[in-house]
């Protein structure tokens, strides 16, 4: 079988990978790995991105799409951290308005305490009044408006059917959605054209040491198994909680493997439901029956229904994650088995209907379980309870990682990833002895620039919406490094948004994408079954 000129393409920028010292390799391109990569590569910094899979493929794909502001701090009085969520979203607002837009939200109020509508007006005030530079920099149309609260009237139009007598009126602010796969991949592709050298299906088998000083780390092309080693100055493992085995190490080397961060961890878990339940906003109502959670998350909570391409976003629900003796049962522990079974999603299908018994939802109608590795301040199995870690972790001193020039990052939050990011890049700068320079503007997504700078993009890597397929599969695998069927239907093109795509659609884009590689009918087939596995998880599993 003749090689492609894709195949051709990729082997070329995995030998970069091997060609160059590197001052920061990123390992883990999840939305914290692109973001750091892209802002050590904004510093001018020579920049290597890996991933054992997928750009975003991971917990990153599946957020509920909300860019938060950090309203939810104020309960806290949190204020530093509602000013980094509101800086954060800002930022996102302002570098992808093409894939970045605010959203209005809608809470119901009732009664005389902290659900009351004097409470909830209050708290919006003071939330607008912490985020007063909140539109700073932003065009009028990605600007987010002021909040309110609305009459009890009112809030019934936004959210019928609910307990008439118990409801007092409604509390509504704005915070942003994000095409969040896209969005990562994008975040990636910058980097890329501001200089790094990035791969995905590149596995970071061990570091590289030397007198307790990181150098790299020894490296697997997953698709052709050839082993390698990049050298950097600095390694960021930004993997995350998933727990995942890797092959034994030198008993001397304290490092932490960089098939993960270390720390216990949950599953969260969203649901789509094939229609939309509201109107173009979102609707927050509290969780009428949290005790389904096995373990249980402590304290009360709400359930957020979120319009997304026709569908609703309905999340999240929790559950404990598989352990590494599980991982280790599985046929594959680089593609973990879906940790949701057909009676979790029927219990939280149970919670939902008991939340909102006036739009019930029935099993036939859920067409996708979104799921992903969340990190937890201690082990819900131990616990008894799951509680979801607050803050991000990034550590650097060689007493915590094991060696001088190893930074560990466990995000927390989607949103907040570009703000954690130069905090880990300004890290990076100590051992590299650069100085870290912020940037006074920070310039947009080269693919929502008209006229990018430097010349000509390498890429175009504008939403898909509107291409024919023949398009969408040449610009996702020669621009967007797309290698796998599924890379392409589930992160870079529309097709599966809604749910498992008919057998037509799925089998002309696996051809399509077998063209460019040169599949064999044999191997077009394990990838349509593999996508179709994947997007039925936890309705068929």
């Known amino acids: 079988m003749s090689i492609s000129r894709r195949s051709l393409q990729r082997s070329s920028e995995v030998a970069g990978l091997a060609d160059q010292n590197f001052d920061v390799l990123v390992v883990g391109a999840g939305i914290y790995g692109v973001s750091v990569a892209r802002a050590a590569a904004l510093q001018g910094w020579r920049v290597a991105l890996i991933d054992r899979s997928d750009f975003g493929s991971g917990t990153s794909a599946n957020s509920q799409k909300l860019v938060h502001g950090g309203l ?3 309960q806290n009085l949190d204020i530093p951290r509602i000013r980094r969520s509101i800086s954060a979203r800002r930022r996102l607002l302002a570098i992808a308005p093409h894939l970045v837009s605010p959203l209005r939200l809608v809470v119901p109020t009732s009664g005389l305490g902290k659900t009351s509508r004097w409470v909830f007006r209050t708290a919006l005030g003071l939330n607008d ?46 915070d942003a959605i994000a095409d969040t796969d896209r969005l990562t991949i994008e975040l990636a592709l910058d980097a890329a054209y501001r200089g790094a050298v990035i791969a995905n299906y590149v596995e970071a088998m061990d570091y590289s040491l030397s007198n307790g000083r990181v150098l790299g780390a020894r490296a697997r092309d997953l698709q052709t198994s050839e082993e390698f080693e990049i050298t950097a100055r600095v390694v960021v493992n930004t993997v995350g909680s998933a727990p995942n085995p890797v092959s034994a ?7 932490d493997p960089p098939g993960r961060s270390g720390g216990p961890s949950a599953v969260g878990f969203n649901l789509v439901v094939k229609r939309r339940l ?49 991982l280790e049962e599985g046929a594959n522990a680089n593609s973990v088995d879906c940790p949701i079974d057909e009676r979790k999603v029927q219990r939280f299908l149970d919670t939902i209907n008991r939340t909102y018994p006036g739009n019930r939802i029935e099993p036939g109608e859920v067409s996708f379980v979104q799921w992903g590795f969340l990190p937890t301040a201690s082990d819900p199995r131990m616990s008894g309870r799951i509680e979801l870690l607050d803050h991000p972790r990034i550590a650097d001193s060689p007493e915590s990682v094991g060696a001088v020039g190893l930074i560990n990052v466990t995000g927390v939050k989607f949103t907040t990833a570009i703000e954690v990011a ?16 912020p940037m006074e503007r920070e310039p947009r997504l080269v693919t929502a620039q ?35 069927l599924a890379d392409v239907v589930l992160r870079r093109a529309d097709v599966a948004a809604r749910g498992v795509p008919g057998d037509g659609v799925l089998s002309r884009y696996a051809w399509l994408v077998g063209a460019e590689f ?14 179709k596995r994947r997007i039925s998880c936890g309705l068929a599993c």
């Open 450 to 484: 008209e006229t990018p700078p430097g010349g000509e993009p390498i890429f175009v890597g504008d939403p898909m919406a509107g291409l024919e397929a023949s398009a969408v599969v040449r610009k996702a695998v020669a621009e967007e490094m797309a290698v796998t």
């Open 518 to 531: 040169d599949w064999d009918a044999a191997r077009i087939g394990r990838e349509i079954d593999s996508v």
């Open 72 to 74: 939810r701090y104020l």
């Open 422 to 437: 130069d905090l880990v890049v300004e890290m990076a700068s100590r051992p590299l002895g650069r100085d870290y320079t």
């Open 278 to 326: 509201f109107g173009d906003y979102g609707v927050g109502l509290p969780a009428n029956d949290p005790s389904v959670d096995e373990p249980s998350v402590p304290g009360p909570r709400n359930l957020f229904f979120i319009p997304w391409r026709g569908c609703t976003l309905v999340g999240t629900m929790y559950c404990a994650a598989p352990t590494e003796s599980e």
């Open 249 to 255: 190490r030198d008993p001397g080397d304290r490092t």
């Open 129 to 174: 009044l912490v985020g007063l530079d909140r539109n700073r920099g932003l065009s009028p149309t990605t600007e987010i408006p002021r909040s309110q609260t609305i009459s009890r009237a009112a809030g019934l139009k936004l959210i019928p059917d609910l307990d008439a007598k118990a409801l007092t009126g409604a509390g509504t602010w704005f």
